[in-house]
């Protein structure tokens, strides 16, 4: 029996065609100015300044190691972190429940949640803040509701309200996306599971508990990693609505790195931080494949 035949030179010249404006693009977008970045972390420079880049070393870094504004803005990204995660992994589970049943009319449902995700996060965020104006719509609807007794709430001038308001808007905008997700993933079980469950008493939420979520466990996992991720590098939402404000109590590390870039120019110490950001993000995404080996969609 003849050896097999490698693959034709002419193939292989072929998908590298194909393969080369992606990489070129993937690099001259991606990895030259993270290659940049790094080097300018071990540097000192600014726009400020017309001096060319000099060596500090490490100097940055203990900077950041002693920045006490660093820890408080990586504390209001967990918090973040923490008050988006959870009400996005039941939320968008708790609908696609909801719209992966056969009834009339169901696609217009799945459209109607779906269709958060299409608004642009601009136009979003701009709507929120004015919702959440003194004169705004959620204070004039209560206004009524509540009478004369009711004085307008700060949503976004509030300290300890500012940061839940801009949660919302990620919310809002995230569920749908998500609830495809996992009305992918609940279409891939057969519906022989659940009539053997029937028939072992399993009924109503029961079922889910025994076979939706077991099976969903791969999904739940990358839409938690996802939107973790997607939480760490918020900017949108508090650039639009507050400008980390009020007090800093919405300012987020991607944030801090464009204050220190922009209003600062502070470049290297920026870079710095972006850097610091970096490692985050991959930490999360290396729990993404060590607690989800079986995931499908890898």
Known sequence: MAPPTPAAPAATRSAWAFLTPALVLLAVSVLIPAAMALVISFTRTGLDVGEPLTFVGLANFRRLLADPMLLRVTGTTFLYLVGVVPPIVLGSLALAVLVNRQLPG??????????????????????????????????????????????????????????????????????????????????????????AAALDGSEGWRRHLDITL????????????????????????????????????????????????????????????GLALFLIVLLLSLLRYAFAADNPLQ
Not at 219 to 227: D, E, G, K, N, Q
Not at 241 to 268: C, H, K, N, W
């Open 106 to 195: 169901i696609h217009w449902f799945r459209g109607a949640f779906y269709t958060p995700v299409l608004v642009s996060l601009v136009v979003a965020a701009i709507a929120f803040r004015w919702l959440y104006a003194e004169n705004g719509l959620v204070n004039g609807w209560l206004g009524a509701l509540l009478g004369d007794r009711f004085s307008p709430i700060g949503f976004l001038t509030s300290t300890g309200l500012a940061l839940p308001s801009v949660m919302l808007v990620t919310l809002w905008k995230g569920l749908g996306y998500y609830m495809v997700i996992f009305v992918a993933g609940l279409q891939g079980i057969s519906a022989d599971l659940y009539e």
């Open 214 to 273: 077991p099976l969903l466990r791969p999904y739940i996992t990358l839409v938690a990693v996802i939107s973790a991720i997607g939480a760490t590098k918020v900017f949108e939402e508090v650039y639009l609505m507050t400008q980390g404000g009020p007090a800093d109590s919405t300012r987020t590390i991607v944030y801090y790195v464009y204050d220190q870039a922009f209003s600062e120019l502070e470049i290297s110490y920026a870079c710095t931080v």
